[in-house]
Each structure stands twice: as structure tokens, then as C-alpha cells.
């Protein structure tokens, strides 16, 4: 009885607002200034995307995953999960994520005019709100369009927050892209709402298994267990599978024993400005 009303204490605790707590009131203020900076940044091009390689099981280079980054007049280069969340908030993603598409797909214009990086896939990370946005088909084919890039080296990753609600609505908008030959990954894979009759339904490419799985390789039984399931599940699905936050030889070992295909991470190499990009995949391929 004692422990009952506890719990609903608590529980009520949770729901509270705290309108007075100077804390909270500071970091409403300062969320607020961050809003109104990133609407700048975001005109006055403060953005710049990183590129972190991503490769196969014979450690050949296959592509990279976008990251953004915003080069803020006084902070210097600040990590979007510092931003990203505010900008989901405020709506403000819908400008930043149709930035970074088309600076995707400018990159991969320019990867297309060189034999050492013509095939490589570049991975863009999409918000559900984005990909919900009313008019992202028209806008992502656009682009595709605009820079005359080849569809399927582009590949879109999407979290398990996409199947929260109106699930035909996305699986439809992803079947007709994929027709377009646009490809998917689900990123942070096995960290949401996965079910697993939704990931059959879904036009995808790639799992991504998150880093907070890779972290306790080769150690942690647990770990181990639900990476082998993953890559498994991946194999009979028939989808290529990508390990993310491959920091140590021993992760990478494990995983090439269970017959993971696609690896990233700080091992293999740390986002990078395009130039360093560029300079590291044209050593790599002449073998230095
Ligand atoms: P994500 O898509 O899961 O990206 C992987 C994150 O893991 C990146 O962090 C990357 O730098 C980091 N990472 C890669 N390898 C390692 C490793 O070996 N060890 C460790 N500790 N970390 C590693 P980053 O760049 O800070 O991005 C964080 C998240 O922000 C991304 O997670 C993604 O969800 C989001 N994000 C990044 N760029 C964009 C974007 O253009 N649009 C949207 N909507 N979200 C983005
Ligand atoms: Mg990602
Ligand atoms: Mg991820
Ligand atoms: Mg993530």
C-alpha cells in the first residue's frame, strides 16, 4: 500500500511542470537562442557536412555516411546532436534536411566525374518529420534531377520512429522511391519501436546496427547474442547489414565472424570534411 503510493508520487512527480525551477527557465532561454541562430546558420550556409567511410568485409571502401556539422562563428565546429533535436522542435529540419540533401547529392555529382569515387554510395540521414513532409518525393527527385545523379547511390536512413504512426503512408512513399531506385537503411536498428512484421513490409536495403550493441564486443554475452541475432535476421531478409561505432580490432574481428557485410566507425575512420574524404579514398584505392 506504502509502495503503491509511492510509485504514484512518483509518477505524478514526472508529470509536473516546473514553471518557477531558474534551471529549466535557462535552458527554455537558451534552447530559444540556439533556435534563432540556427535559422541564421542555416541561411548564411554555417552548415557543412562530414563524410564517415563505410566498408565491406575485404575492407574495400563502398561509401560514407553524410553527417552535418555547423561551423558556428564563435563555438567552432558544433555536433548536430547538439542541434538536431532543436531543430525537430522548432520545424527548422525541414530547411536543414533539404540543405543537406542537396549537398548530398552535389557530392555525389562530384564523386561521378572520378573513377575512384564513382561508385560509392553516400547515406543521408532523414527525419521522420522530413519524410513525412508533404512535398519530399517532389523535392528529393528534384535534386536527384538537378544534379543528374545516379538514384542508387543514394541511400536514405530512416529510424524505427517512421512506423509509429501511419505506417502504409511511409511504406508507400518508400516502395514508390525505391522504384525511382533510391535506396533505405534503418539506422540505429533495434534501439526503437522495431516490430518485426513492420520491417518485413518495408522496402529496405540495409539494417544498421547501433553502436550501443557493437560497444560490448567481443565481451559482453548479451551484446554478442543480440549482434549475431541481428545480422542473422539481416542475412535471411536478404539485407546487406552495417555495423556502426566499430571503435577496436576485436569488434571488427567478431563481427567478420559473424558475417557482418558493411562496417563503420572510428576504426575504419572518423568523419571527415569531403577534401580529407576525397584525399583518403584516392590513397586507399592506389593501395598506399
Ligand atoms: P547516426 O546516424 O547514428 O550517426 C552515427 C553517429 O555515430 C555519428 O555521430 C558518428 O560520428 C558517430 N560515430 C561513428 N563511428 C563512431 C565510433 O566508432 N565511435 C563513436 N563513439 N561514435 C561513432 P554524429 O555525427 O554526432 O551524429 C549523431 C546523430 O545526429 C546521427 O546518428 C544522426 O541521427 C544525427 N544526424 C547527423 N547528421 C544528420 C542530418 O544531416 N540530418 C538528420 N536528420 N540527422 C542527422
Ligand atoms: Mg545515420
Ligand atoms: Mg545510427
Ligand atoms: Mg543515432
Known amino acids: 500500500q506504502a509502495d503503491l503510493a509511492m510509485y504514484k508520487a512518483k509518477e505524478a512527480g514526472r508529470n509536473r511542470l516546473y514553471f518557477y525551477d531558474p534551471a529549466m527557465q535557462e535552458a527554455i532561454s537558451s534552447r530559444a537562442q540556439m533556435e534563432s541562430e540556427l535559422r541564421v546558420a542555416i541561411e548564411q550556409e554555417q552548415l557543412v557536412l562530414y563524410y564517415q567511410p563505410q566498408v565491406n568485409a575485404v575492407g574495400e571502401l563502398t561509401g560514407a555516411e553524410a553527417l552535418v556539422r555547423w561551423e558556428h562563428p564563435q563555438r567552432g565546429l558544433v555536433g548536430p546532436v547538439e542541434f538536431i533535436s532543436v531543430a525537430e522542435a522548432s520545424g527548422l529540419i525541414l530547411p536543414l534536411g533539404h ?32 519524410f513525412k513532409q508533404a512535398d519530399f518525393v517532389d523535392q528529393l527527385l528534384a535534386l536527384v534531377a538537378q544534379y543528374a545523379i545516379n538514384p542508387q547511390r543514394l541511400k536514405l536512413e ?4 517512421l ?11 518508400m516502395r514508390f522511391l525505391k522504384q525511382q531506385g533510391i535506396g533505405f537503411a534503418l539506422d540505429d536498428f533495434g534501439t526503437g519501436y522495431s516490430s518485426l ?3 518485413k513490409q518495408l522496402p529496405l536495403d540495409q539494417l544498421k546496427i547501433d553502436r550501443c550493441f557493437i560497444d560490448g564486443l567481443p565481451s559482453d554475452a548479451n551484446d554478442a547474442a543480440i549482434t549475431r541475432i541481428i545480422i542473422s535476421l539481416a542475412s535471411e531478409l536478404k539485407l546487406w547489414v552495417v555495423a556502426e561505432g566499430v571503435e577496436t580490432q576485436a569488434q571488427r574481428d567478431f563481427l567478420l565472424d559473424v558475417n557482418c557485410t558493411g562496417f563503420q566507425g572510428y576504426w575504419f575512420g572518423r568523419p571527415v570534411s569531403a577534401e580529407d574524404f576525397l584525399l583518403n579514398a584516392l590513397e586507399q584505392q592506389e593501395g598506399i
Open 99 to 130: 540543405w543537406v540533401l542537396e549537398a548530398a547529392c552535389r557530392q555525389l555529382s562530384d564523386w561521378a566525374e572520378r573513377e575512384q569515387t564513382r561508385d560509392l554510395t553516400l547515406s543521408v540521414n532523414i527525419s521522420t518529420h522530413q
Open 158 to 161: 530512416l529510424t524505427e520512429s
Open 163 to 173: 512506423l509509429i504512426d501511419d505506417i502504409d503512408f511511409a511504406i508507400e512513399r
Open 197 to 199: 512484421a513492420y520491417i
